[in-house]
């Protein structure tokens, strides 16, 4: 347990830009390096953590789950969330004493390139084994035509997405 926690505490004090940022390194710490889990048993744990309510990190609590039963969801979900927490905490005090606008605009300015990367990152690295047919492929072009051009809400498309995957691959 006190690994999981210590992994998952190195990927939360690693990771920002949101939960999708964090993705490229749950994936290299437990399927890469630790071989906890397989590729496919990680992507299930980030669809999981999808259709669960709650930021994207809290794919870390099915990971923990399928690692450690229970006592590895609670080690894997505090280690992901504490120095998200700690550094808030210490970041918020700072802020309202020091920060202006124009600095908070700044910054912004080159993490949210960052952020962008790593999504594309994660995309092309767990996009090809996402798709394994046709209809996957048709899936998940509907998902992206709901969600972008029709302005159908997220939770909504996921939903529908699932149940039409569930439908298909049946």
């Known amino acids: 347990m006190l690994k999981l926690f210590l992994v998952f505490l190195k990927i939360g004090a690693c990771f920002f830009g949101g939960g999708y940022a ?5 994936k290299s710490e437990i399927v890469d390096h630790l071989g906890w889990l397989t590729n496919d048993a990680f992507l ?9 309510p709650g ?5 870390s609590t099915f990971i923990g789950y399928r690692v450690g039963g229970f006592g590895g969801a609670l080690a ?9 927490f700690l550094i808030m ?9 020091y920060c202006r606008e124009q600095d908070l605009k700044c ?15 994660v995309i092309l690295e767990l996009g090809s084994p996402a798709f394994p047919s046709l209809t996957a492929w ?33």
């Open 138 to 170: 048709a899936i998940g072009g509907a998902a992206f035509l709901l969600t972008m051009w029709g302005k159908v809400d997220f939770s909504l498309t996921v939903i529908l997405s699932g149940f039409a995957g569930f439908m298909m691959f049946k």
């Open 107 to 121: 910054f912004s300015r080159v993490v949210l390139p960052v952020v962008i990367g790593l999504l594309l990152a």
């Open 22 to 26: 964090a993705i490229p390194l749950m």
């Open 89 to 97: 905490l210490l970041l918020s005090a700072f802020y309202c004493r």
């Open 55 to 59: 930021p994207v990190a809290i794919s």
């Open 44 to 52: 299930n744990a980030i669809a999981v953590g999808q259709v669960t």
């Open 76 to 84: 894997a979900t505090a280690g992901m969330f504490l120095p998200s």
